[in-house]
């Protein structure tokens, strides 16, 4: 490296270093200030008890947000630095091809790496897709290795994720050893914003991702979307990996940034039982409220979708059965809008209240009249038809009137096509 580019590239770094002092200054004026604080409090210079000393959880947020933002930093700080010792500085690599360890003269690798080309994301992951595809062969590993030897670029993305997440999708611990040991940014990210340990909790590798958490990766890293790999694992149902996450440390309460929702929410909404049943067990809170104060129960209530077991399993563990969703519209009176008929029953059966009108004096049987769209599909329909007979076998008043002064009848009159089945059936029922 030249002497010009060397004063160039000290001044710079010299320039960040003091940008990073003053940073740091901050930190430790506010510890000053706090440990004062301290000694005016308790007349002592000894530190509080951990009991004493419980955060407020916007505190607890911002600290842990703070964190976060140093150990991506500290990251990328790392990778970047690298970065430029390698634009900086040039390897003689003669001692990769002498005597014994030169590989043949038409192995593709050698070539490449001989030419002092830059070895592009693309051709390092075509590299580790021919030894994750044949792990048994021994010179598709040395064609791995010898292009993690002489310093490829292992963070770069190609296909919307790095060499790492690659080796990840694929299962192939190997790999995901090899690449780590070779410098792989565990925090590196794709597009998304997803790290390697998201892709783990996706794909189901339970050792992949023992092995990243053990490395460093962060149990809570959040996504784009901020959701943590928890969310991830909990969507796909992958219990072994929620299990490792937990017991990490993972945040079993964390949520997501469209609709803050937890894991549960996340769990209950793609009707993955088993990973419900393991967050209850290890302490999510069962009748927890997203942004829109919508709980997991209320989740269940998607139209035409078979959740009752999960119903089952969340009243069972404590869900109130007579709660409220988003807009403030009883449990009971959704499932009955939107033909959930199965959660429908296992309300009915757990108590839920089936004389409470609503704020506009609907009862649960107008819900059933009231049609879910113009273009209501049959199937919902014939759910509704269902869920209004059992209703008058418990024996609901088919006459009742809204404040409007409307039956059920002639809600599904002045709503419902001619052809309707329920509008056929509330007309003979109150002929």
Excluded at 166 to 195: C, F, K, N
Excluded at 260 to 271: K, R
Aim: hydrophobic share 40%; charged share 25%; net charge negative.
């Amino acid at each position: 490296m030249s002497t010009e580019l060397a004063a160039a590239v000290t001044r710079e770094l010299e320039t960040l270093n003091g940008e990073l002092l003053s940073v740091v200054a901050q930190v430790t004026n506010m510890i000053g200030v706090l440990k004062n604080s301290d000694t005016h409090l308790t007349g002592t210079d000894s530190p509080v008890s951990d009991t004493a000393s419980q955060l407020p959880p916007l505190t607890a947020e911002a600290l842990s947000r703070l964190r976060t933002s140093v150990q991506d930093s500290k990251r990328t700080f790392e990778k970047e630095l690298k970065g430029i010792a390698d634009m900086c500085y040039q390897w003689d690599m003669n001692f990769c091809f002498v005597g014994d360890t030169q590989p043949p003269a038409d192995n593709a690798i050698f070539q490449k790496v001989r030419s002092f080309e830059a070895v592009s994301p693309e051709e390092l992951h075509n590299t580790l897709l021919g030894f994750v595809e044949s792990p048994e062969e021994n010179r598709k590993r040395e064609d791995l290795a010898l292009l993690l030897h002489v310093g490829a670029q292992v963070d770069g993305l190609a296909d919307s994720g790095t060499a790492l997440m690659t080796a990840v999708e694929y299962g192939s611990l190997e790999g995901a050893e090899m690449l780590v040991e070779a410098g792989a940014d565990l925090w590196a990210r794709d597009p998304d914003g997803h790290m390697a340990l998201h892709r783990a909790c996706e794909f189901d590798e339970p050792e992949i991702a023992k092995f990243l958490v053990e490395k460093g990766a962060y149990v809570d890293a959040e996504n784009k979307r901020d959701e943590r790999p928890l969310h991830i694992a909990a969507e796909h149902g992958q219990i072994d990996v929620m299990d490792l996450l937990i017991s990490e440390g993972a945040n079993v309460h964390a949520r997501d940034l469209q609709y803050g929702d937890t894991p549960l929410h996340i769990a209950v909404s793609c009707n993955r039982i088993e990973a419900v049943q393991f967050l209850l067990d290890r302490g999510a809170c069962v009748d927890i409220t997203n942004r829109s104060l919508s709980t997991p129960l209320y989740r269940t209530l998607i139209s035409g979708a078979a959740f009752k077991e999960v119903a089952q399993l969340l009243i069972s563990r404590g869900a109130d059965p007579n709660g409220s969703g988003d807009l403030g519209c009883r449990f009971i009176n959704e499932a009955a809008f939107r033909g959930a008929a199965g959660v429908f029953e296992v309300l009915l059966e757990s108590g839920a209240d089936m004389q409470r009108r609503d704020v506009n004096g609907l009862t649960i049987l107008h819900y059933v009249a009231r049609p879910l769209s113009s273009d209501e599909p049959q199937d919902i329909e014939e759910k509704k038809l269902h869920i209004g007979k059992l209703l008058v076998a418990t024996g609901i008043d088919t006459n009742a009137l809204t404040d409007d002064s409307n039956t059920a009848q002639d809600l599904a009159e002045q709503l419902r096509p001619e052809h309707s089945i329920l509008r056929k059936w509330f007309s003979e029922l109150t002929a």
